[in-house]
């Protein structure tokens, strides 16, 4: 992502600039966020055959569901707090089809 996200709306954001349509390829997903603490809301996120899209509001039927504290989820896309240390401690949960999110990190360029 070209500029560190302070904000859910600016992740999203983010996200999209930082997306590899070659690496999502073929995929058909939605992941849903539903955030808590200082931007508590629901976001959905569509990746569909190289395509990204995003908007605020629940998905009709996601692949899977992520439940994290905004704070949480801007300092895990900055690199600030490490994925699989913030599910095995809770700070991250998915519903759903777990190995997507392993997926998910392969769909955008790292920060650099």
Known sequence: MAEEP???P????????AFQ???????DKTIQF?????????????????????HQGAAENPNATVTVDSDNWLKLLRGELNAMVAFTTG???I????SLMMQFQNWFQRPS
């Open 34 to 54: 539903e955030f808590t603490g200082r931007e508590a809301g629901t976001w959905t996120l569509i990746v569909r055959n190289g395509t990204v899209a995003y």
């Open 91 to 93: 700070k991250l949960k």
């Open 10 to 17: 600016a992740s999203f954001a983010g996200l999209e600039t």
């Open 95 to 98: 519903k759903g089809d777990m």
């Open 21 to 27: 349509p070659s690496r999502a390829a073929g995929v």
């Open 6 to 8: 302070t904000s859910i």
